[in-house]
C-alpha cells in the first residue's frame, strides 16, 4: 500500500541553524511534491512545490529537495529561527487528479 | 479575503445523529477537498471534487456523503455520526489538477459522543 513517512514526530534545534526535515514515500510516483505549515489550531499553508523532474527548489530561507530515485524529498530551513516552530507536512500527488495524500507531519521548535 | 470558509467551527454530536459540514470559496477554483486530521495519522482524504458536478472518493471515504453544490461549495455529509468520526476536518480548494497547490479552511472540530 502507499505509504509517505516523515522522518520524526518531532525535531528540536536551536536558533540560527539550519533544519532538515525528511519525507520518505513507498509505493507510490508522485509527480508532484509539495511541503505546508500549520501552526496550532489552524489550516496548514503552502510553501513550495517541487516536480519529479526538479532536482531543488529554493524560497527565501527555504530549500526542497526531491529525489525520485530514493523516493525522498528533503526540506531545509536555514537560520531558523523561533518563529519557523510549526508542523511541516510533505504532501504527494500524480499529476493528472486530485488524489493528494499528505504525510503525518514533524513539529518543529526552534529554541532562541 | 475570505478565501476558504468553512462552518461549523466546532460541533458535538450523539452517535447516530446526522449532520453537514459546509465549505465555500471564493477564489474561483475548479477542486475542492475535503480532509480529516487525527493526531499521529496526518490529513487523509475523505473525498475531492475535480470540478462542478463531479466527486470522487479519497483514502477514507465510508460513513461519508459529499456534495458539490456549486463552483463555490462543497459540503460533507455525516447520516450516522460515530465515535471514531471524531476528528478536524479540513476543507481545501485548488486552481488546478495534480499540480496545484491547496488552500486550506481553518477547520471545523467534530466529537461524537
Known amino acids: 500500500s502507499q505509504k509517505i513517512e516523515q522522518n520524526s514526530e518531532a525535531l528540536n534545534i536551536q536558533e540560527g541553524k539550519t533544519a532538515t526535515l525528511t519525507c520518505n514515500y513507498t509505493n507510490y510516483s508522485p509527480a508532484y511534491l509539495q511541503w505546508y505549515r500549520q501552526d496550532p489550531g489552524r489550516g496548514p499553508v503552502f510553501l513550495l512545490l517541487?516536480?519529479?523532474?526538479?532536482k531543488e527548489k529554493r524560497k527565501e530561507r527555504l530549500k526542497v529537495t526531491f529525489d525520485t530515485t530514493l523516493k525522498q524529498s528533503l526540506f531545509h530551513i536555514t537560520a531558523s529561527q523561533p518563529a519557523d516552530s510549526a508542523t511541516y507536512l510533505c504532501a504527494l500527488s500524480p499529476s493528472n487528479n486530485n488524489d493528494m495524500r499528505f504525510g503525518a507531519g514533524t513539529r518543529l521548535t526552534v529554541k532562541p | 479575503n475570505a478565501g476558504v470558509t468553512q462552518t461549523p467551527k466546532f460541533q458535538v454530536l450523539k452517535t447516530g445523529q446526522s449532520m453537514t459540514l459546509q465549505c465555500a470559496q471564493d477564489?474561483?477554483?475548479?477542486?475542492m477537498y475535503w480532509y480529516r486530521q487525527d493526531p499521529g495519522m496526518g490529513l487523509r482524504l475523505i473525498y475531492y471534487s475535480a470540478s462542478e458536478g463531479t466527486t470522487d472518493k479519497g483514502e477514507v471515504p465510508n460513513g461519508y456523503n459529499v456534495s458539490r453544490l456549486n463552483k463555490r461549495e462543497f459540503s460533507l455529509r455525516l447520516e450516522s455520526a460515530a465515535p471514531s468520526q471524531t476528528s478536524v476536518y479540513f476543507c481545501?480548494?485548488?486552481?488546478?489538477?495534480?499540480?496545484?497547490?491547496?488552500?486550506f479552511g481553518e477547520g471545523s472540530r467534530l466529537t461524537v459522543l
Open positions: 481545501a480548494s485548488s486552481p488546478r489538477r495534480g499540480s496545484g497547490e491547496l488552500f
Open positions: 517541487i516536480r519529479e523532474n526538479e
Open positions: 477564489m474561483n477554483h475548479n477542486s
